[in-house]
């Protein structure tokens, strides 16, 4: 006689155990799995300006996804929102077209908050800033902005520049107050401002639909950085520490997918402007026709734009806009 540890029936029980045994194992073993294989979630607050340009490409293009990203936009009424959301731990970082100074208010509040790895540069050339007037308005330079009342896009950065620019420029007593872009063409149309400082799209919806007109262009690269050549990094892509440190791979994925939305502005810039759609006022054929901002990665950094980028920051400091010096140079992200 078999004893139980012989029999066939026996046998076929072990064996019985040890494949439940073997699936449990498997079972236990593929959340794990899982877990390790699934990208987090990159929450980007952007601005709805034309510089966000490389962002809604990326979006839109697939670039993020075939990176294996999970990259969810998130729209904001200004960049100090975005600035915001990164500090309460909404956001993981910014599009280009978020301001730079509004980031580091950030930094300053939460010093090491983020590192940013694009700017979008702006001169007379790579038009963003702009004054612009009702299209019948008699105003055509910007000393006679003098006395006027003045629209400017929300946000400290927004209102710090415009006041600068209008004293340097001669326009004395000139009233200043924030209104969102979306609203600046408009307001012009009612009456309610006599000019707007403002950001691409504005000034061409205004100009494409014969309502306004810019007066000058480029003009914080003139009347702040002293050149309106000069490189105005007013805006800048950004990750927040916090994420980068977390999740460093994917960092890196992500600022090499982001990078080939800018490779596209840069290289088929016609291609490139339909991505506006759904992300900015501007729609149809109005694409064709808005400047474009540059944009220069953080490896594409030379001392001079350092320098120029600090320059701006200082502005901020002598203004008493920030409580101390902050220092470009240890924001930009490093590889």
């Not at 498997?26 to 799995?33: E, G, S």
């Not at 003009?219 to 520490?241: C, E, F, R």
């Amino acid at each position: 006689m078999s004893t139980p540890e012989k029999s066939p029936a026996a046998a076929a029980s072990r064996r019985q155990l040890l494949q439940a045994g073997a699936a449990g194992l498997a079972v236990l073993a593929a959340p794990a799995i899982v877990r390790a294989q699934a990208a987090p979630k990159i929450r980007i607050g952007f601005w709805p300006v034309a510089a966000g340009l490389p962002f809604f490409a990326a979006v839109d293009r697939g670039y993020f996804k075939e990176a294996g990203l999970d990259v969810e936009p998130l729209k904001f009424a200004g960049a100090q929102q975005v600035m915001e959301g990164m500090l309460a731990g909404r956001c993981d970082g910014s599009s280009n077209g978020t301001g730079s100074a509004n980031l580091a208010i950030g930094e300053i509040a939460q010093p090491g908050l983020f590192k940013i790895f694009c700017t979008n540069p702006s001169n007379a050339r790579f038009v963003l800033d702009e004054f612009i007037v009702a299209k019948d308005s008699p105003i055509k330079t910007m000393a006679e902005l003098a006395g006027k009342k003045i629209a400017s896009g929300p946000g400290i950065q927004n209102v710090t520049l415009c006041k600068t620019m209008l004293e340097r420029a001669g326009a004395k007593g000139a009233t200043v107050s924030e209104l969102p872009i979306g609203q600046h063409v408009a307001a012009l149309v009612a009456g309610q401002v006599d000019a707007c400082y403002t950001l691409e799209p504005t000034g061409t919806v205004g100009r494409m639909n014969g309502t306004t007109r810019v007066i000058e262009a480029g003009v914080v690269a003139k009347y702040i950085l002293g050149d309106p050549m000069a490189p105005w990094h007013g805006g800048a892509a950004s990750l927040t520490s916090e994420f980068i440190k977390k999740n460093p791979e994917v960092a890196k994925k992500y600022i090499a997918a982001y990078a080939r939305g800018v490779e596209l502005v840069r290289s088929k810039p016609d291609d490139a402007r339909q991505h506006m759609k759904g992300y900015t006022a501007i729609e149809g054929s109005l694409t064709a026709e808005v400047p474009l901002a540059s944009y220069m990665l953080y490896n594409e950094f030379k001392p001079s734009d350092v320098a120029y980028f600090q320059k701006f920051y200082d502005l901020f400091t002598e203004k008493g806009i920030f409580e101390k010096k902050v220092l470009v140079d240890g924001l930009l992200y490093k590889a």
